[in-house]
Protein backbone atom coordinates (compact mmCIF):
# COMPACT_ATOMS: atom_id res chain seq x y z
CA UNK A 1 0.00 0.00 0.00
CA UNK A 2 2.89 2.20 1.08
CA UNK A 3 4.03 1.95 -2.22
CA UNK A 4 1.23 2.71 -4.25
CA UNK A 5 0.47 5.94 -2.80
CA UNK A 6 4.37 7.17 -3.37
CA UNK A 7 3.70 5.88 -6.87
CA UNK A 8 0.15 7.89 -6.87
CA UNK A 9 2.70 11.24 -5.27
CA UNK A 10 5.32 10.85 -8.05
CA UNK A 11 2.72 10.80 -10.83
CA UNK A 12 0.74 13.70 -9.01
CA UNK A 13 4.23 15.89 -9.37
CA UNK A 14 4.72 15.15 -12.64
CA UNK A 15 1.53 16.73 -13.65
CA UNK A 16 3.04 20.18 -14.08
CA UNK A 17 5.34 18.17 -16.67
CA UNK A 18 2.36 17.95 -19.21
CA UNK A 19 2.49 21.15 -20.40
CA UNK A 20 6.18 20.08 -22.15
CA UNK A 21 6.84 21.57 -24.92
CA UNK A 22 6.18 20.32 -27.60
CA UNK A 23 3.05 18.67 -29.66
CA UNK A 24 2.68 15.96 -32.14
CA UNK A 25 -0.32 16.16 -35.51
CA UNK A 26 -0.30 12.62 -37.30
CA UNK A 27 -0.42 12.90 -40.92
CA UNK A 28 -2.94 10.57 -43.29
CA UNK A 29 -0.91 8.07 -45.08
CA UNK A 30 0.14 9.72 -48.47
CA UNK A 31 0.65 12.87 -47.63
CA UNK A 32 2.74 15.28 -49.10
CA UNK A 33 2.34 18.29 -46.83
CA UNK A 34 1.49 19.60 -43.35
CA UNK A 35 -0.30 22.53 -42.70
CA UNK A 36 0.64 25.16 -39.65
CA UNK A 37 -1.90 25.11 -37.09
CA UNK A 38 -1.17 28.61 -35.96
CA UNK A 39 -0.34 30.09 -39.72
CA UNK A 40 -2.67 27.84 -41.97
CA UNK A 41 0.43 27.55 -44.12
CA UNK A 42 1.20 24.19 -45.80
CA UNK A 43 4.80 22.31 -45.93
CA UNK A 44 5.92 19.54 -47.82
CA UNK A 45 7.17 16.40 -45.95
CA UNK A 46 10.38 16.47 -44.70
CA UNK A 47 11.08 20.16 -44.08
CA UNK A 48 11.19 22.53 -40.94
CA UNK A 49 10.38 25.99 -40.24
CA UNK A 50 9.81 28.34 -37.37
CA UNK A 51 5.88 29.93 -37.62
CA UNK A 52 4.91 33.35 -36.56
CA UNK A 53 4.39 32.24 -32.79
CA UNK A 54 8.18 30.85 -32.59
CA UNK A 55 7.02 27.52 -32.78
CA UNK A 56 9.60 25.12 -34.01
CA UNK A 57 8.21 22.28 -36.45
CA UNK A 58 9.08 19.95 -38.79
CA UNK A 59 7.35 17.62 -41.21
CA UNK A 60 7.78 13.69 -41.91
CA UNK A 61 5.80 11.31 -43.74
CA UNK A 62 3.69 10.42 -40.53
CA UNK A 63 3.52 13.23 -38.27
CA UNK A 64 3.58 17.02 -38.04
CA UNK A 65 5.91 17.98 -34.84
CA UNK A 66 5.89 21.85 -33.40
CA UNK A 67 7.70 22.70 -29.79
CA UNK A 68 7.43 25.93 -28.52
CA UNK A 69 10.54 28.30 -29.31
CA UNK A 70 9.80 31.02 -26.86
CA UNK A 71 10.82 30.70 -23.40
CA UNK A 72 8.35 31.34 -20.82
CA UNK A 73 9.58 34.37 -18.37
CA UNK A 74 9.45 33.19 -14.58
CA UNK A 75 10.64 34.88 -11.19
CA UNK A 76 11.08 38.86 -12.33
CA UNK A 77 10.24 41.62 -9.61
CA UNK A 78 6.76 43.45 -9.98
CA UNK A 79 8.65 46.73 -11.21
CA UNK A 80 10.26 44.61 -14.13
CA UNK A 81 8.14 43.61 -17.33
CA UNK A 82 8.69 40.90 -20.11
CA UNK A 83 8.95 42.66 -23.62
CA UNK A 84 8.01 39.29 -26.88
CA UNK A 85 9.62 40.39 -30.60
CA UNK A 86 8.08 37.34 -32.07
CA UNK A 87 9.64 38.78 -35.50
CA UNK A 88 13.11 37.73 -34.15
CA UNK A 89 12.17 35.01 -31.49
CA UNK A 90 13.48 36.96 -28.67
CA UNK A 91 12.53 38.59 -25.71
CA UNK A 92 13.89 40.99 -22.87
CA UNK A 93 13.39 41.46 -19.27
CA UNK A 94 13.90 45.43 -18.46
CA UNK A 95 12.30 47.90 -15.84
CA UNK A 96 9.09 49.38 -16.26
CA UNK A 97 10.28 52.92 -15.49
CA UNK A 98 13.63 52.74 -17.47
CA UNK A 99 13.59 50.19 -20.30
CA UNK A 100 17.54 50.57 -20.38
CA UNK A 101 18.16 48.64 -17.31
CA UNK A 102 17.66 44.86 -17.94
CA UNK A 103 16.48 42.91 -14.80
CA UNK A 104 17.27 39.18 -13.66
CA UNK A 105 14.87 36.73 -14.39
CA UNK A 106 14.78 33.07 -15.33
CA UNK A 107 13.40 31.40 -18.72
CA UNK A 108 12.15 28.10 -19.76
CA UNK A 109 10.61 26.07 -22.32
CA UNK A 110 7.05 25.64 -22.19
Not at 30 to 51: E, F, I, L, R, Y
Not at 65 to 87: H, K, L, S
Request: net charge negative; glycine share 6%.
Amino acid sequence: MKRSVFVGFVLFALIPLNEAGCWKGFLKEGATHCQDGADKTWHPVGSSWTNSRCDQCDCDSTSLTCCYGMPRVMNIAEDCTVEYDYDTCTFKVFKKSDPTIECPHAAVLK
